[in-house]
């Protein structure tokens, strides 16, 4: 007999709701879109034509207060409000899934983490770029051995937008943690840490390029690993030539490998995970493996973001392992903000 799907409250049907998390919980078997909270009248159109059985609701104290109907709170609003909705839900003993950056603060998201761990409720992190088809690529090659011992890792996150978007993600208020270092960033050091574990040393460059511009929209980012790996990290709204996605070196062979994972593009354009090619990449997009003289395309891993949900609702309902070890998220939180310290002082900084 199936099992009754566990019904999701989702706060916020921005982009990181409506592109990201609605759609990838109605696809996951065994989850149910059951409440969003959104006040805009546009987004709840929205809702009613993409999610027709999903409950609008105009703010939070409604879906806490219908806590016993729910099973899973995903938090999707503006970064100031991650860790008070977290804690909301902490308190009433929902599961919870926060999208990145965890907390706007290291010391917030420790907290956070901390205070889940007290009351015993599940709290993940939306590190959604694990599950993207060229790091998983990278993640295969590099742990087959393929490169041999690996001396630098570079990685992008590039873009060109040379005029400034209205939004929070653009102002420099307390709490927004807007500004690329923050929402770009808190993937490339994520994806690094994954590949290369921990940090030893982090030098930063962090500017304003655009005119009027409250935080940085160009950084640079360098990390030492215990392990001996540099990880070179660019992140850019001001970028008018893209560089390679990725390119690893070493001893034995490179990889390169140019544009963007596919999914978030399809889910914008209504794509949904299952169908025919999901997370797939033409071959003429394949990333190179070799050297100058002798390169070959290696096929892309598909990219898989639907994981995410399938491994978490596993979690609730067996007990297996969360996606993201939010532990893990609150250690990219330390490097953003030590990557912000170095770029201040101009110097490198060791990670205490």
Same mark, same amino acid.
Do not use: C
């Given at each position: 007999?199936?099992?009754?799907?566990?019904?999701?409250?989702?706060?916020?049907?921005?982009?990181?709701?409506? =592109?990201?998390?609605?759609?990838?919980?109605?696809?996951?078997?065994?989850?149910?879109?059951?409440?969003?909270?959104?006040?805009?009248?546009?987004?709840?159109?929205? &809702?009613?034509?993409?999610?027709?059985?999903?409950?609008?609701?105009?703010?939070?104290?409604?879906?806490?207060?219908?806590?016993?109907?729910?099973?899973?709170?995903?938090?999707?609003?503006?970064?100031?409000?991650?860790?008070?909705?977290?804690?909301?839900?902490?308190?009433?003993?929902?599961?919870?899934?926060?999208?990145?950056?965890?907390?706007?603060?290291?010391?917030?998201?420790?907290?956070?983490?901390?205070?889940?761990?007290?009351?015993?409720?599940?709290?993940?992190?939306?590190?959604?770029?694990?599950?993207?088809?060229?790091?998983?690529?990278?993640?295969?090659?590099?742990?087959?051995?393929?490169?041999?011992?690996?001396?630098?890792?570079?990685?992008?996150?590039?873009?060109?937008?040379?005029?400034?978007?209205?939004?929070?993600?653009?102002?420099?208020?307390?709490?927004?943690?807007?500004?690329?270092?923050?929402?770009?960033?808190?993937?490339?050091?994520?994806?690094?840490?994954?590949?290369?574990?921990?940090?030893?040393?982090?030098?930063?460059?962090?500017?304003?390029?655009?005119?009027?511009?409250?935080?940085?929209?160009?950084?640079?980012?360098?990390?030492?690993?215990?392990?001996?790996?540099?990880?070179?990290?660019?992140?850019?709204? =001001?970028?008018?030539?893209?560089?390679?996605?990725?390119?690893?070196?070493?001893?034995?062979?490179?990889?390169?490998?140019?544009?963007?994972?596919?999914?978030?593009?399809?889910?914008?354009?209504?794509?949904?995970?299952?169908?025919?090619?999901?997370?797939?990449?033409?071959?003429?997009?394949?990333?190179?493996?070799?050297?100058?003289?002798? &390169?070959?395309?290696?096929?892309?891993?598909?990219?898989?973001?639907?994981?995410?949900?399938?491994?978490?609702?596993?979690?609730?309902?067996?007990?297996?392992?969360?996606?993201?070890?939010?532990?893990?998220?609150?250690?990219? =939180?330390?490097?953003?903000? &030590?990557?912000?310290?170095?770029?201040?002082?101009?110097?490198?900084?060791?990670?205490?």
């Amino acid at each position: 007999m199936a099992q009754t799907p566990l019904r999701v409250g989702l706060l916020g049907y921005g982009i990181a709701g409506r =592109v990201f998390h609605a759609p990838l919980v109605a696809a996951t078997p065994g989850l149910r879109l059951d409440a969003v909270v959104t006040r805009d009248p546009e987004r709840r159109a929205q &809702l009613a034509a993409e999610h027709p059985d999903a409950r609008a609701l105009d703010d939070p104290d409604q879906l806490w207060q219908a806590a016993d109907t729910l099973d899973l709170v995903v938090v999707a609003t503006p970064n100031r409000q991650h860790v008070p909705m977290a804690r909301a839900a902490l308190a009433a003993g929902l599961p919870v899934v926060v999208d990145k950056p965890l907390a706007p603060t290291a010391a917030e998201g420790r907290a956070l983490v901390a205070e889940a761990a007290a009351a015993g409720v599940p709290l993940t992190v939306f590190q959604n770029r694990r599950w993207d088809g060229d790091f998983r690529t990278v993640r295969r090659l590099v742990e087959a051995g393929e490169l041999g011992r690996v001396a630098r890792f570079e990685s992008r996150f590039e873009r060109w937008r040379p005029a400034i978007k209205p939004g929070w993600r653009e102002s420099a208020a307390p709490g927004e943690a807007g500004g690329a270092l923050f929402d770009l960033g808190a993937h490339l050091v994520d994806q690094a840490v994954q590949l290369f574990g921990p940090v030893q040393h982090v030098y930063a460059e962090v500017d304003r390029r655009r005119p009027g511009a409250e935080v940085d929209d160009d950084a640079f980012v360098a990390l030492t690993h215990a392990g001996g790996v540099r990880s070179h990290l660019w992140m850019s709204a =001001v970028t008018a030539q893209l560089g390679p996605r990725f390119r690893v070196l070493g001893d034995r062979a490179a990889y390169t490998s140019y544009g963007l994972d596919p999914q978030e593009a399809a889910l914008r354009d209504g794509g949904r995970p299952g169908t025919p090619g999901w997370g797939e990449v033409d071959p003429d997009r394949y990333g190179r493996l070799g050297d100058d003289g002798d &390169l070959r395309a290696v096929p892309t891993e598909a990219g898989r973001y639907q994981d995410f949900y399938t491994q978490l609702a596993a979690a609730l309902r067996d007990g297996a392992p969360l996606p993201v070890d939010p532990a893990d998220s609150v250690k990219v =939180v330390e490097l953003i903000e &030590l990557a912000h310290q170095a770029a201040a002082q101009g110097v490198t900084l060791p990670v205490p």
